[in-house]
């Protein structure tokens, strides 16, 4: 029982994060607010899920598969970010 209280806080946590992430991506305005409010979704919001996930499925190889994505979607989240400011900082110096 322990176990999946602390699953569900993580779950809680992790969705919180990411629904907060999503109403700032639609109220802020230009690109470089819209990335500062999906940094949380990435550092935050789907790495908790993925932790809530294994903590609720207990040690095995499903857990550590679910730690690996939590990791995965962290660094590909940070890449992703640095990536499209780089891309939005390059469209503008053209115009």
Avoid: C, F, Q
């Avoid at 940094?39 to 499903?62: E, F, I």
Wanted: cysteine-free; hydrophobic content about 55%; glycine content about 10%.
């Amino acid at each position: 029982m322990g176990r999946h209280v602390v699953a569900l806080v993580l779950l809680w946590t992790g969705t919180s994060a990411l629904l907060l992430s999503a109403i700032a991506l639609a109220v802020l305005p230009g690109p470089y607010p819209r990335l500062h409010a999906l940094s949380p979704a990435a550092v935050l919001g789907a790495p908790l899920v993925a932790l809530a996930l294994a903590v609720d499925n207990g040690p095995g190889r499903a857990a550590v598969k679910l730690l690996a994505i939590g990791l995965l979607l962290t660094a590909g989240g940070t890449v992703t970010t640095m990536a499209v400011a780089r891309a939005t900082r390059r469209s503008e110096t053209r115009r």
